[in-house]
């Protein structure tokens, strides 16, 4: 007899905020027009099955990657199309 257990789907959704949280973290500083949705997108997925603070990270790293990029663009825009990182 075979028993029905939740652990299968608890480690899809636990890699889901692993996702987003990778998405999240690499978003803030390559592609964040791409991999802030997708960090959001994960994080809600998996939000929703467990409830996981990870989750509510990958949605926030999310976020702060949408929002740097809509600073990144206003700046550009500030500065006649061109946006440079000038260090040092």
Known sequence: MST????????????????????GIIGLLFLPIILGPLAITFGAVSLRQTGSAMAKWAIGLGIADILLMILMFAL???NGGSFTWHFG
């Open 76 to 78: 550009a825009a500030n």
């Open 4 to 23: 029905y257990s939740r652990t299968g789907a608890r480690s899809r959704a636990n890699g889901l905020a692993i996702a987003g949280l990778v998405c």
